[in-house]
T-cell receptor, first 114, second 109 residues
Framework: SAVISQKPSRDICQRGTSLTIQCQVD?????MFWYRQQPGQSLTLIAT?????????ESGFVIDKFPISRPNLTFSTLTVSNMSPEDSSIYLC???????????FGSGTRLTVV | ELKVEQNPLFLSMQEGKNYTIYCNYS?????LYWYRQDPGKSLESLFV?????AVKQEGRLMASLDTKARLSTLHITAAVHDLSATYFC?????????FGGGTRLMVKP
């Protein structure tokens, strides 16, 4: 199955600033996704990253707050903009490889906003 | 809208005991996944269930899928402390995962 490298693994950021998270897949995946996991909670889908076009956002998430890029089939970025303490979460990227392997997840980015 | 309900949300059990985690979902799907998450870590894939009646086993864990009942189970046999983690089921509804709320499992000596 594919392996996803995600960075940074963690960061502490000042409110009002922005952080860009990167995910690199070692092989082509058909789809890539970004999730948020708030402390003690399950995973919530932020958006599907579409290659070469605008991401598809889930209800409650907007492009101005979470701009996403996917310039090719193996790379994607998520930016958390104008951060507030409520954005403190783990952010995970995922790729769909299909078949029996299904979905692979990056190692996650633990974000703390102070 | 697909809803995935997992129970229990928290499970404290003694080593050597058996228990089952349940995952119910609200719409038709033929693909269901089970993941393990250790504190501060990402998700580790445990099982991929691709058809009705699928049963998979790995060590002390066994997962099954009943698509007619829209139910999957994760059975733990003779639990050991190393199984302490949070377990998530996730349902694939058209190349998009919806996660259950997770079951935090604590296995006590």
């Amino acid at each position: 199955s594919a392996v996803i490298s995600q960075k940074p693994s963690r960061d502490i950021c000042q409110r009002g600033t922005s952080l860009t998270i990167q995910c690199q897949v070692d092989s082509q995946v058909t789809m890539m996704f970004w999730y948020r996991q708030q402390p003690g909670q399950s995973l919530t889908l932020i958006a599907t990253a579409n290659q070469g076009s605008e991401a598809t956002y889930e209800s409650g998430f907007v492009i101005d707050k979470f701009p996403i890029s996917r310039p090719n089939l193996t790379f994607s970025t998520l930016t958390v903009s104008n951060m507030s303490p409520e954005d403190s979460s783990i952010y995970l990227c995922s790729g769909l490889t299909g078949g029996e392997y299904g979905y692979t997840f990056g190692s996650g980015t633990r974000l703390t906003v102070v | 809208e697909l809803k995935v309900e997992q129970n229990p949300l928290f499970l404290s059990m003694q080593e050597g005991k058996n228990y089952t985690i349940y995952c119910n979902y609200s719409t038709t799907s033929d693909r269901l996944y089970w993941y393990r998450q250790d504190p501060g870590k990402s998700l580790e894939s445990l099982f991929v269930l691709l058809s009705n009646g699928a049963v998979k086993q790995e060590g002390r864990l066994m997962a099954s899928l009943d698509t007619k009942a829209r139910l999957s189970t994760l059975h733990i046999t003779a639990a050991v402390h190393d199984l302490s983690a949070t377990y998530f089921c996730a349902v694939d509804a058209g190349n998009m995962l919806t996660f259950g709320g997770g079951t935090r499992l604590m296995v006590k000596p």
